[in-house]
């Protein structure tokens, strides 16, 4: 962009999987967010937002195959940036309003941020894992999704000297709640030649209810066997980091939130006007 262009900046959000189910995830405040912007001097409207490479599902669970003793992962993501803003997709069923307005120069400082954010995380994380709902709990480990994407940029936005609207924002989390995890090992220590094959048997068998269903019944079968993994025994295996760890699970188990998140503060010291 021209330094002395001006940029609105735009909230957007819709339900998940929209293509698919239409509105029917943002009842259950299921929602993917991005970020718009249009040039005041060009007229043009472009789209960011942060992707699982290989869909929501693929990212949050391993493929088994019998040919591979280790699972495997899709669990890429990455920021994509595009021309456009898909009013229909936005509006529709979720959110496209405007939140800040920034300089040319400000939006070209954001870019090469987000070039350099997206070459630092490249792996797409579903869960927050908690000690208990309460406020101020432990944290054991963060999500690292599309929401986590916009807030890391509406920060940096911020730190570039971004004014934002006093605009409520809110963002989907899933949580899960456990007590300490321990650390299982790696790929290699666990399922390598000289690896435990008790643990890695358990961990596949863990993981495989949660493999694409084919029909009703087998679907049903694998919510039973996931309820007694999570529920009864209070188990789960995450993936994190490149590192198997056990959750040993707590009441609720499992929560998804839509929390109020507020638009940040302008540093003051900088601006772009």
């Known amino acids: ?57 693929n990212c949050t669970f391993p493929h088994l195959r019998p040919e591979i003793n280790a699972p495997f992962w899709c669990n890429q993501g990455a920021a994509c940036f595009f021309e456009g803003i898909d009013d229909i997709h936005w509006k529709e069923n979720g959110t496209l309003v405007l939140v800040a307005t920034i300089s040319g120069n400000m939006f070209n400082k954001m870019a090469n941020w987000v070039k350099w954010d997206n070459e630092t995380g490249i792996y797409y994380e579903t869960w927050t894992v908690q000690a208990s709902p309460e406020k101020g709990a432990q944290t054991w480990f963060e999500s690292y999704d599309c929401s986590q994407f916009v807030l890391r940029t509406y920060n940096k936005l911020a730190e570039l000297g971004a004014e934002f609207k006093k605009t409520e924002t809110n963002y989907t989390r899933i949580f899960l709640y456990s007590g300490e995890p321990t650390c299982l090992g790696n790929e290699t220590s666990v399922f390598g030649p000289a690896g435990n094959k008790t643990l890695a048997l358990a961990i596949k068998k863990f993981y495989y209810p949660f493999k694409p269903y084919l029909s009703t019944r087998e679907f049903l079968f694998s919510l039973l066997e996931i309820f007694d993994s999570v529920i009864i025994h209070r188990q789960f295996y995450l993936f994190y980091n490149f590192e198997y760890w056990f959750l040993p699970m707590k009441f609720p188990f499992v929560k998804i939130t839509y929390e109020e998140i507020p638009l940040p503060i302008r540093n003051k010291a900088l601006s772009g006007f």
């Open 1 to 57: 962009m021209k330094d002395h262009d001006v940029i609105e900046v735009y909230r957007l959000q819709a339900p998940v999987w929209e293509f698919k189910y239409g509105g029917l995830l943002g009842h259950l405040k299921i929602m993917h967010d991005a970020i718009g912007f249009k040039s005041s001097l060009t007229g043009k409207n472009y789209t960011i937002e942060w992707y699982e490479l290989f869909q929501l599902g």
